[in-house]
């Protein structure tokens, strides 16, 4: 059964990064049949997806238009996890934030979910 | 960019009845790259149907999907106390890849 349990700080600064991890059980980060996402919540702008990476014989990484500039998303093959980065953060990036893994095979849809994190932004 | 409009908002309805939500894509799509996901409160979104019609695993025949080009339904047959929650419609892309939500439609008895 796929796990997904996320870690990182409720509270981050403005102009700081904010920054989360996906810590995988069941799974690895390096299967090369799903790819690795996430998503965040706020009541003001709903549902957003931020981005994925995956391995196909190398990394591969997408990222919504929204937050390409300031977005990055990685694995670390050692610790079985991958991570979320999002620069120059303001108080529009307050969201839970949700690491998800999708379906093994077509069409692709978000099939598991972390338990969801809190970020506030705020000085 | 494919804009989805979930409708009612809100849907007012008792244990029992049948509840009909809708996702309208603002340009036809591919019905492979429609579902619908089920939030409770505090919980992160849940799976219900993938490709417009299908069941994701452990989900309920009480659930069910349809529609094509722009217009796309959720049925829920016999509301049981726990479907009274917020759904959503999630289409994707391939290329260039991206996943998008429609705003939700919030079942409340």
């Known amino acids: 059964q796929v796990q997904l349990q996320q870690s990182g700080p409720g509270l981050v600064k403005p102009s700081q990064t904010l920054s989360l991890t996906c810590a995988i059980s069941g799974d690895s980060v390096s299967s090369d049949s799903v790819a690795w996402n996430w998503v965040r919540q706020s009541p003001s702008r709903g549902l957003e997806w931020l981005g994925r990476t995956y391995y196909r014989s190398r990394w591969y990484t997408d990222y919504a238009v929204f937050v390409k500039s300031r977005i990055t998303i990685y694995a670390d093959t050692s610790k079985n996890q991958f991570s979320l980065q999002l620069q120059s953060v303001s108080p529009e990036d307050t969201a839970v934030y949700y690491c998800?893994?999708?379906?093994?095979?077509?069409?692709?849809?978000?099939?598991?979910w972390g338990q969801g994190s809190l970020v506030t932004v705020s000085s | 960019e494919i804009v989805l409009t979930q409708s009612p908002g809100t849907l007012s309805l008792s244990p029992g009845e049948r509840a009909t939500l809708s996702c309208r894509a603002s340009q036809s799509i591919d019905s492979n790259y429609l579902g619908w996901y089920q939030q409770k409160r505090g919980q992160a979104p849940r799976l219900l149907i993938f490709?417009?019609?299908t069941r994701a695993t452990g989900i309920p025949d009480r659930f069910s999907g349809s529609g094509s080009g722009t217009d796309f339904t959720l049925t829920i047959n016999r509301l049981e106390p726990e479907d009274f929650v917020v759904y959503y419609c999630l289409h994707y892309r391939d290329s260039p890849f991206a996943y998008t939500f429609g705003q939700g439609t919030k079942v409340e008895i």
């Open positions: 490709g417009a019609s």
């Open positions: 998800t893994r999708d379906r093994p095979s077509f069409p692709w849809f978000l099939a598991y």
